[in-house]
C-alpha cells in the first residue's frame, strides 16, 4: 500500500516538473521573439519603385529615406523596378520575404486599376500599408513654345484633328493614363496616345518635342513652368493648385474632371505584427519631422500623410469611380 502511494506521488512530481520545464520553454521562446521584433531592423532596408529614377513616386521615396534611416538606425535604399504602371513592384512586394527588409512605394489608382483590369500575382491583401506619403493632381501640359497656350487652343485642334496630336503618359493603367482617357470623354476628343515607362521619360520626351502634350502631376512640371520651358494648360484639382495660381482648372472650364494619384508606402502584409506596428509608428514620425517638412517644401513634394487605417476608404473609392471607367475595356497601348 505504501509502495504505491510513493509510485502515485513520483508520477505527480515528475508531472508538475515536467509541465514547469515546458512554461520555461515556451516563456524563453516568447522572449526571444520579441527580443527579435524590438532589434529589428540589424541590416539595411529597401524600397521598391515601380517606376523609373527621377519621377515623382521615385523622388517621394528618396525624400523620406533619410529620415527612416534615422528613426531605424539602418541604411535604406531606393531600387527603381519600372514596368507596367507599377506592377512589377506591386509584385516583387507581394512574393517578397516578410521580414520588414522590402518596402516599396504603392500607388493608387494604379494598385487597384491594374488589378480590376486583368489578373494579377498580387491582391490588394497582400499589402500591409504604412501610410500615404503624398497626393498630386494630374495636369495637362504643353511645350512652351508649342502650339497650344490654353486649354481651349488644345481642345479646338484635337476636334480639328482625331487622333492627330501627340499626347504622353506615364504608363498603362498610372493614374495619368486614366486621367487623359477621363478628359478625352469628357471633352470630346481623341489624342494619338504614347505611353512611358514613368513620368520623368514622358517630360522628357515632350521636352525633346517627340510629343506635343503630356498628362503628368504637379510635382513633374512645377520646376519647369516656372522656368517657361512648359505650360501648363489645365489642372484636374477640385479647385486651383496653390503652386500654380494661375493655371485654370478642367472644372473652371465646365470639364468635371477631377483625378491625382496617392502615393502610399507599404510592406507585405505577412510582415509580423511588431514589426508592421514599428514601421508605422516611425513612418508617421518621419512625415512629423520639422525637418521632413522643410525639405518637402524645397523639393515642391506634395505632402499628403494619411493613416494606414483609413486606406480601406481610399481603396472603395477608387474602386467606384474604376468601375464607372468601364476599366476592363481599356487598351494597354493608349
Not at 527588409?101 to 490588394?124: C, D, E, G, Q, R
Not at 520651358?229 to 482648372?249: C, F, H, Q, S, W
Not at 500623410?305 to 481610399?314: A, R, V
Amino acid at each position: 500500500m505504501f509502495k504505491r502511494a510513493s509510485f502515485k506521488l513520483l508520477i505527480i512530481i515528475l508531472t508538475t516538473v515536467y509541465m514547469a520545464i515546458i512554461a520555461v520553454g515556451c516563456s524563453v521562446g516568447n522572449k526571444g521573439e520579441t527580443q527579435k521584433a524590438i532589434k529589428y531592423p540589424e541590416k539595411p532596408i529597401q524600397i521598391l519603385v515601380g517606376f523609373a529614377a527621377g519621377g515623382p513616386n521615385d523622388k517621394s521615396a528618396r525624400l523620406i529615406a533619410p529620415f527612416l534611416e534615422k528613426q531605424l538606425g539602418q541604411p535604406v535604399s531606393i531600387v527603381n523596378k519600372p514596368g507596367g504602371a507599377g506592377e512589377v513592384a506591386f509584385v516583387s512586394l507581394a512574393h517578397a520575404n516578410p521580414d520588414g527588409y522590402t518596402l516599396s512605394m504603392v500607388n493608387f489608382p494604379n494598385v487597384v486599376a491594374i488589378a480590376m483590369h486583368h489578373k494579377t500575382n498580387y491582391t490588394l491583401e497582400d499589402f500591409g500599408w504604412l501610410g500615404n506619403l503624398s497626393f498630386d493632381e494630374n495636369v495637362i501640359v504643353a511645350k512652351a513654345d508649342g502650339s497650344y497656350r490654353t486649354i481651349e487652343d488644345l481642345i479646338i485642334a484635337a476636334k480639328k484633328n482625331p487622333e492627330g496630336i501627340i499626347a504622353g503618359h506615364s504608363g498603362p493603367l498610372t493614374d495619368d493614363q486614366l486621367a487623359g482617357l477621363v478628359f478625352e470623354k469628357a471633352a470630346g476628343v481623341k489624342f494619338r496616345w504614347t505611353p512611358f515607362q514613368g513620368s520623368a521619360p514622358s517630360i522628357t520626351a515632350l521636352l525633346g518635342g517627340h510629343i506635343e502634350i503630356a498628362i503628368a502631376n504637379v510635382v513633374d512640371v512645377e520646376e519647369l513652368a516656372k522656368d517657361k520651358k512648359l505650360i501648363v494648360l489645365a489642372t484636374m484639382g477640385e479647385e486651383r493648385n496653390p503652386k500654380l495660381p494661375d493655371v485654370p482648372t478642367l472644372k473652371e472650364k465646365g470639364i468635371n474632371v477631377v483625378l491625382g494619384s496617392y502615393r502610399a508606402l507599404a510592406a507585405p502584409a505577412k510582415v509580423p505584427p511588431e514589426i508592421l506596428s514599428k514601421l508605422r509608428e516611425e513612418v508617421k514620425k518621419a512625415v512629423n519631422d520639422p525637418e521632413y517638412k522643410k525639405r518637402a517644401k524645397e523639393t515642391n513634394e506634395p505632402v499628403y500623410y494619411i493613416e494606414p487605417e483609413k486606406f480601406d476608404g481610399i481603396i472603395n473609392e477608387m474602386s467606384d469611380r474604376l468601375k464607372a471607367m468601364d476599366i476592363q475595356q481599356i487598351e494597354l497601348n493608349q
